[in-house]
């Protein structure tokens, strides 16, 4: 293992840019968890049409509090056994952890890789690393530094050759009387029962859920409305909220207005989207009004999740 390599990669995650590197099941496309913009550039590379929640990755134990906002005995008994491994564990998180990381979710999927390479990087860099697989949306999961290159010529790959398990690890939440697995994978249900029971409500929903299908994705309880231009379409505006993509006009008169990005960078507006959301669910505005951004590059994405939003308070209307 080549630690130059392993160095340089560091200090790429420590400025907030994108590094590819190896896992034991395929390889991840990593930023630094905590830092909200470098996670933005994750989902704009990837083009993936929506948000979906990552995983973070650790490399020691000791290390999950930064992410895990939780003390369930249960949770170090399955660490124990199965990490370093192919095991995602779906945990409370703290504040830390970004909204876009999680898509507005509560939760964080958290693991530990077993790839010495990957626990060197995650150890070198002094952070949690957010990471996908290293693929383009619908394209084919990478187990090969080659493979990456292909689809990112542009993004640092730390080669560590093929990876052994090949297939995206499990995915689990825990329930109060046991685990359900969200995402089969090279650990099996029979082996997470050595250490705890399948929970009763598992299984009774479709194994392969789609992850945009999530009904854990976030939508905020306040009615959200798309308007072009809100600050001149929108008439009752002192009740209401505005997400608005860049600097809204004077004329505007929104009572809380949350702006994604001054200088209207998508990029940043996906890492500002989720944040925008919570805090206006939690302000005294009724409803919320959000400016469209343009459908290209990650605003597909964008747009998918407003859209979503403003469906659920038609549904509850
Ligand atoms: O093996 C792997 O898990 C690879 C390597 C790079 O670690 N990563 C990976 O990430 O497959 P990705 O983004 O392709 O898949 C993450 C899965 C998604 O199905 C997502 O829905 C689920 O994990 N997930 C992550 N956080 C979640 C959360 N808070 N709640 C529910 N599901 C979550
Ligand atoms: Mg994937």
Known sequence: MNSTEIKYAAELIVKGELVAFPTETVYGLGANAF??????????????????????HIADLNDISNVYAGNDDRVYQLAEKFWPG??????????????????????????????DMALAFIRAA?????????????????????HVKKQFPDIYTLDGGKTNV?????????????????????????????VLPISKTAGRKTQLKSPGLLKSHYS?????????NPCVNYKSQTEAGL???GEPDSSCRFSHVEILSKTRNPVEAAANLFSAMHRLDESDVTHIVAEPVPETGIGI?????????????KKTK
Request: glycine share 4%.
């Open 35 to 56: 830092n909200p913009l470098a996670v933005a550039k994750i989902f704009a590379v990837k083009e993936r049409p929506s948000f979906d929640p990552l995983i973070v």
């Open 86 to 115: 192919p095991l995602t564990m779906v945990l409370p998180k703290t504040s830390s952890v970004p909204d876009i990381v999680t898509s507005g979710l509560q939760t964080a999927g958290v693991r530990m890789p077993a790839n």
């Open 126 to 146: 002094k952070t949690p690393i957010a990471a996908p697989s290293a693929n383009k949306f619908g394209m084919i999961s990478p187990t090969e530094a080659l």
């Open 166 to 194: 090949g297939i995206e690890s499990t995915v689990i939440s825990i329930n109060d009387d046991g685990f359900e697995i969200l995402r089969p994978g090279a650990i099996t249900s029979q082996d997470l029962q050595h």
């Open 220 to 228: 905020p309880k306040k009615p959200l409305y798309i308007v072009e």
């Open 243 to 245: 997400i608005s993509f």
């Open 301 to 313: 994405a964008i747009m998918d999740r407003l859209q979503k939003a403003a469906y659920q308070s």
